[in-house]
Nanobody, 126 residues
Framework: QVQLVETGGGMVQAGGSLRLSCAASGGTFRFRAMGWFRRAPGKEREIVAAIDWSGTITYSADSVKGRFTISRDNTKDTVYLHLNSLKPEDTAVYYC???????????????????WGQGIRVTVSS
């Protein structure tokens, strides 16, 4: 059973930066695609970024393209989300997610993922 723990959230002013980390345990992390999602107040959960098992194929939602970057370190069983040029509309609870099936590409639907972290709050003030 894969377990995911997110860290690095908090409150930041608009234009600032954060780095979210998601540490995985209990499974073969290095062979699994990962994703970051977020749920803003009053909105549906949405994909933010995704990465394949090797780290060579990534996806970023249009709303964050050029500002957020997903990466992973398979030697540390950790995936990162680098958040730059933050805006108040980026305020949300951010979740990392992991697939059960190994290998494959990058995946952007919630239903593609089997394991979820508890979520971590990011608040951007104007």
């Amino acid at each position: 059973q894969v377990q995911l723990v997110e860290t690095g959230g908090g409150m930041v002013q608009a234009g600032g930066s954060l780095r979210l980390s998601c540490a995985a345990s209990g499974g073969t992390f290095r062979f699994r695609a990962m994703g970051w999602f977020r749920r803003a107040p009053g909105k549906e959960r949405e994909i933010v970024a995704a990465i394949d098992w090797s780290g060579t194929i990534t996806y970023s939602a249009d709303s964050v393209k050029g500002r957020f970057t997903i990466s992973r370190d398979n030697t540390k069983d950790t995936v990162y989300l680098h958040l730059n040029s933050l805006k108040p509309e980026d305020t949300a609870v951010y979740y990392c997610a992991c697939r059960e099936v190994i290998y494959g590409g990058r995946y952007v639907r919630s239903s593609d993922y089997d394991y979820w972290g508890q979520g971590i709050r990011v608040t951007v003030s104007s």
